[in-house]
């Protein structure tokens, strides 16, 4: 599958942002795709995952309130909705996508097979 994430952008804080991650697959209905993020010198970190079939979401605790991960089925585009921006959110925001995740792996990266390339979001205080 190839993923493809856009929307960053150069951004105020206490602004949002809707970032996409469209997917080349023809049917996502046995994966989880998620989104990660990754600021400088730091890990890759949980952002939201959502379960294609049915769009069970799950949510890292520090974006619950301030994030929304939606998907739209007929488009094969996952997006993510950021609120209430901080400087703290400066990061590369990836999506991922897997088939062999479960609610207990997924939040690890290393669940994903497959990875978009990245969009650069910097919140300016």
């Known amino acids: 599958v190839q993923l493809q994430a856009s929307g960053g952008g150069l951004m105020q804080a206490g602004g949002s942002l809707r970032l996409s991650c469209a997917a080349s697959?023809?049917?996502?209905?046995?994966?989880?795709t998620a989104w990660f993020r990754q600021a400088p010198g730091k890990e890759r970190e949980f952002v939201a995952a959502?379960?294609?079939?049915?769009?069970?979401?799950i949510y890292a605790d520090s974006m619950k309130g301030r994030s929304t991960i939606s998907r739209d089925i007929a488009k094969n585009t996952m997006y993510l909705q950021l609120d209430r921006l901080k400087p703290e959110d400066t990061a590369i925001y990836y999506c991922?996508?897997?088939?062999?995740?479960?609610?207990?792996?997924?939040?690890?990266?290393?669940?994903?097979?497959?990875w978009g390339q990245g969009t650069q979001v910097t919140v300016s205080s």
């Open positions: 697959t023809r049917s996502f209905n046995s994966y989880y």
């Open positions: 991922a996508a897997g088939t062999r995740i479960i609610l207990s792996n997924s939040r690890n990266p290393g669940a994903y097979q497959d």
């Open positions: 959502i379960k294609w079939s049915g769009g069970t979401t």
